[in-house]
């Protein structure tokens, strides 16, 4: 499968927004990864509904929306999402899972389901028909710039030999240059890039994603 590089927008200059996408368009990354947040299910708050809608007005590039808030399903219908874009939600986060993918995908929208680090692999045993995208959180979600915990690359080895080669498995969290590469030989094809690879203080985003493609 193709590697997919998504930028996380939370740690972008949000001042120059629409000049930063159309930076990261020209150089050639698939997503924008757009995290949202409610003080509640992680202890931050980021960007929101409005900023996707916003978001979706100015560029064509496809949506990856990773929702950190609990019963996720109740906002379903707050973004302006369409076929090529991903909405993810956690399972951790929404005790009717099953009816919240398929009222995801009844709108025509890939679905995704993350798994914090301590959630085990087997409770999505049962809605892989359901889901286009499993994303394995490699930090406990709602921080930029946090360390990836120890267990990641076996998740992420398990998670493969689990789902076979039609799921797509995402990574979030410390994705630098190093922890990328380890992760796409552990099975990962997508890859949420912030703090720790792409927003860098002495590389362009062209540079910076240009670096990580190498490692792949
Ligand atoms: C939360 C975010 C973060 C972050 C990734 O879900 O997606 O994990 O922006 O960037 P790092 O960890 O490299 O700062
Ligand atoms: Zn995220």
């Known amino acids: 499968?193709?590697?997919?590089?998504?930028?996380?927008?939370?740690?972008?200059?949000?001042?120059?927004?629409?000049?930063?996408?159309?930076?990261?368009?020209?150089?050639?990354?698939d997503y924008l990864h757009i995290d949202i947040m409610d003080g509640s299910f992680v202890p931050n708050i980021t960007l929101g509904f409005d900023t996707v809608n916003t978001i979706k007005n100015i560029t064509d590039m496809p949506l990856d929306v990773h929702m950190m808030v609990n019963e996720p399903g109740r906002f379903i219908d707050n973004m302006k999402l369409?076929?090529?874009?991903?909405?993810?939600?956690?399972?951790?986060?929404?005790?009717?899972?099953?009816?919240?993918?398929?009222?995801?995908?009844?709108?025509?929208?890939?679905t995704g389901v993350a798994l914090n680090p301590q959630t085990p692999l087997t409770s999505i045993e049962y809605l892989r028909e359901y889901m286009d995208m499993l994303l394995v959180m490699t930090v406990s979600p709602g921080f930029a710039g946090q360390k990836i915990f120890t267990g990641a690359f076996r998740k992420c080895e398990d998670a493969r030999k689990m789902l076979g080669e039609s799921m797509l498995i995402e990574v979030d969290g410390n994705i630098s240059l190093e922890n990328g590469k380890k992760l796409s030989r552990c099975g990962a094809d997508m890859f949420v890039l912030g703090t720790s690879s792409l927003f860098l203080k002495d590389k362009t985003l062209i540079q910076a994603a240009e670096d990580f493609r190498k490692v792949l």
Request: with cysteine.
């Open 1 to 29: 499968m193709k590697k997919l590089l998504s930028a996380s927008l939370m740690c972008a200059d949000l001042g120059a927004l629409r000049e930063s996408i159309y930076q990261l368009e020209k150089a050639g990354i």
């Open 82 to 110: 369409g076929a090529d874009d991903i909405l993810c939600v956690h399972y951790e986060a929404d005790i009717h899972l099953q009816r919240t993918l398929d009222k995801i995908k009844s709108k025509g929208i890939k």
